[in-house]
């Protein structure tokens, strides 16, 4: 089978505007939760004045004309593809050979609602004309497309929180099936409009810890009451092996494994037992012919809430059993917030580097662990990974009973 | 509230440059929308959308095929001024 590479990386997040801020950002063990900076929850009640916004906002990097153009989800993409695509050297490639799987969980909210906004307020003849363009979920996966000229399709999945992940998990798979030699794959999200804070407030999955929004993402921590919203895009550069090698082009890790499964159980709950996430993680590590042994690091999904963040801890021990005793979990939602869409990708990326730096980033806030956490979690300061060949999990789920597991091996 | 041909040419500008990335000054009356500015149907009708609500005028359909040039829709929206 072909074998799948990583050549190139692209990032921007609450912890920094490219992937190199973000990680330093990340081992050093920030936060990048703040208070809003404006009215919103005075405004309209809203029980969260908190999230993870934009490190660097959009507006700083990308020329007027774009900003215009696109909706905020497909500007925090193009900005993480300018990075990655550049990090793997620009790839020459066909473009019938080269690929473009995008994803974002919400699509172009603000967009959207700005759209609604301006027909009460003014009427149909003041819509603009990009509005459709700008608000379809494959926004994002179309500018990539157009940015990077491709030709070998252009997808956008959606699984809610496991989006950036399945997008990942599928530009595999176009290479794997021989659609294309190189694809630009990940995630991106930009939903920190009242109206989804609203809304998942409603839901009561968002933390309130609304007087310290640095320390209000812990996940694994007894006092964890939800999650944080964040914003941001994780993008990469897949590309077979074979085309990597060919033009010289630096590995920085391979994706050997792509497991995929659906709890069949519930619009938002994780099913109890776990058994889709185990499900999703056994066909991963078949996938990549990796034995538990092998698995030293695992970047968990672990969102902040009180339910998932065991199930997932559970369904790891399940399915490593003994093997997970020398395993580092890292839960970097503890930092960054839940990029929804973006999760998935922005998670994948940190896996990557993790097996390439060799250190476990760490997970923040946790000052009193879960007694009923079944495994070693990398608490406050990062962690050394051992030497020699290495493999991780990263695990995405998403409502809807979405389950998503890649494994990383190292280059 | 009427606005000089200058003061719409000006605002037209500000519009298209906003939308193109093009520098105010590149827009002058004797530019082409498609041929010199580079602006295709989409982003035409989105500087209609705009300029109708910064002029507090109509520019109808049928109106915008003839606006070859940033003269002609100066020009149009001088006269559809109430």
Known sequence: ?411 | MAYSEQEILAGLAEIVSEETGLPTDSVSPEKSFTDDLDIDSLSMMTIVTLAEEKFSVRIPDDEVKNLATVGDAVSFINGAQS
């Open chain 1, 1 to 411: 089978m072909t074998d799948v590479v990583v050549t190139g990386l692209g990032a921007t997040t609450p912890l920094g505007g490219d992937v190199a801020s973000t990680w330093s950002s990340a081992l050093a063990g920030v936060s990048g939760a703040h208070t809003l900076d404006n009215d919103w929850a005075d405004t309209y009640e809203i029980p969260v004045r908190f999230a993870a916004r934009l490190a660097v906002p959009a507006e700083d990097v990308l020329p007027r004309p774009e900003t215009k153009r696109m909706d905020p989800s497909a500007q925090y993409a193009i900005i993480a593809t300018r990075e990655a695509w550049t990090h793997a050297g620009a790839p020459e490639v066909e473009p019938e050979r080269l690929g473009v799987v995008v994803s974002s969980g919400i699509g172009g909210i603000w967009t959207t609602l700005d759209a609604w906004d301006t027909l009460q307020a003014k009427g149909a003849r003041r819509v603009l004309p990009m509005t459709v363009p700008m608000l379809m979920p494959n926004s994002p996966a179309a500018y990539v497309e157009l940015e990077v000229g491709a030709r070998a399709g252009a997808h956008a999945l959606v699984s809610a929180c496991a989006s950036g992940a399945e997008a990942i998990g599928y530009g595999v798979e176009m290479i794997r099936s021989g659609r294309a030699d190189v694809v630009v794959a990940g995630g991106t999200e930009a939903a920190i409009h009242p109206m989804p804070i609203a809304a998942f407030a409603a839901s009561r999955t968002l933390s309130t810890r609304n007087d310290d929004p640095e320390g209000a993402s812990r996940p694994y921590d007894t006092g964890r009451d939800g999650f944080v919203l964040g914003e941001g895009s994780g993008i990469v550069v897949l590309e077979s092996a074979e085309h990597a090698a060919a033009r010289g082009a630096t590995v920085h890790a391979r994706i050997a494994g792509v497991g995929l499964s659906a709890d069949g159980y519930h619009m938002t709950s994780p099913e109890p037992s776990g058994r889709g996430q185990i499900a999703a993680m056994r066909m991963a590590l078949r996938d990549a012919d990796v034995a538990a042994v092998d698995v030293h690091h695992v970047n968990a999904h672990a969102t902040s809430t009180v339910v998932g963040d065991l199930i997932e801890a559970r369904s790891v021990r399940e399915v490593l059993g003994s093997d997970a005793d020398h395993v580092a979990l890292s839960a970097t939602k503890s930092m960054t917030g839940h990029l929804l869409g973006g999760a998935g990708a922005l998670e994948t990326i940190f896996t990557i580097l993790a097996l390439r730096e060799r250190q476990a980033p760490p997970t923040i806030n946790v000052t009193d662990p879960d007694p009923e956490l079944v495994l070693d979690l990398v608490r406050g300061q990062s962690r050394a990974l051992p030497g020699g060949p290495l493999a991780a999990i990263n695990n995405s789920f998403g409502f809807g009973g979405h389950n998503v597991a890649l494994v990383v091996t190292t280059a």
